[in-house]
Structures are given as structure tokens and as C-alpha cells.
């Protein structure tokens, strides 16, 4: 039973790690939009591009493949960004505390595992083994 919370462990941390980095990918990504956006001379209509245009090239990679599997994953991409992309669109009020307090994520209000949870829980495990 420890080997496999050891692995549950690591995993945990794994997915944790993953989806932070992940998060921080979008955040950079979104903020880097925004910015080539405000260079344009219309910036909503930059952003509603960039989306249709990832947008499309989901459904066509989709239909490409024709796997089940992957039809399913398209689809929940396209739930992902549709939801991403009404975040970048929605109109920004004249204080920066919008981008701020909310966040730029649909991910915001999760709570993402902690990087050092299942580093505690293997280094307590090697503890207690070494009492015993």
C-alpha cells in the first residue's frame, strides 16, 4: 500500500506541476495577445480572429484524424477556448484591476495541487521508515 501512495504521490505532483505550467502558458499567452491586440487598429476584432482561426484549425485537425477519442478531445479544446476567448473579449474597464484581481484564466478559483504535497508525504514516509 505505500508503493502506491508513493505513486499516487508523485502523480499528484506531476499533475500539479503540469497544470501550473500550463496555466502560466496561458497567462503569458493571453497577456502577449492583449499586447499585439492594442497595436491594432481594432483590437476586439485582432482577438475574435486569433480565436476563429485556433478554433478552426481544432475542428479541422479533428475531422483529419476521425478519431473518437480525438473528436472528444477537440471538443472539450473548443469548450476551453470558447471559454478563453470570451474572457479576452469581454470589454476591459479603464482600471487595470480587471486583468489583476480576475486573472486572465478560466482556471481562476482552481485549486491546483501543491508542487510540495507529495514531496512531504515521501520524505514523513522516509522518516517514519527509518523509526521503524
Same mark, same amino acid.
Given at each position: ?5 508513493? +505513486?499516487?504521490? #508523485? ?29 491594432? @487598429? ?20 479533428? #475531422?483529419? @484524424? ?8 477537440? #471538443? ?18 479603464? +482600471? ?5 484581481? +480576475?486573472?486572465?484564466?478560466? =482556471? @481562476? ?9 507529495? =514531496? ?10 527509518? @523509526?521503524?
Amino acid at each position: 500500500m505505500p508503493q502506491n501512495e508513493n +505513486k499516487l504521490q #508523485k502523480l499528484t505532483l506531476m499533475l500539479g506541476q503540469t497544470v501550473a505550467a500550463m496555466r502560466v502558458n496561458e497567462m503569458l499567452t493571453c497577456r502577449l495577445l492583449n499586447w499585439i491586440a492594442a497595436q491594432t @487598429d481594432d483590437p476586439q476584432r485582432f482577438l475574435a480572429e486569433a480565436v476563429d482561426d485556433v478554433r478552426n484549425e481544432l475542428r479541422s485537425a479533428a #475531422k483529419e @484524424d476521425g478519431s473518437r477519442v480525438t473528436a472528444e478531445a477537440a #471538443k472539450q479544446a473548443l469548450e476551453y477556448l470558447d471559454n478563453l476567448g470570451t474572457e479576452m473579449l469581454a470589454p476591459r474597464g479603464r +482600471k487595470r484591476e480587471s486583468a489583476e484581481t +480576475k486573472g486572465l484564466s478560466p =482556471l @481562476d478559483g482552481y485549486r491546483f495541487p501543491s508542487f510540495t504535497s507529495a =514531496l512531504d508525504g515521501r520524505i514523513q514516509g522516509s522518516a517514519r521508515h527509518r @523509526d521503524h
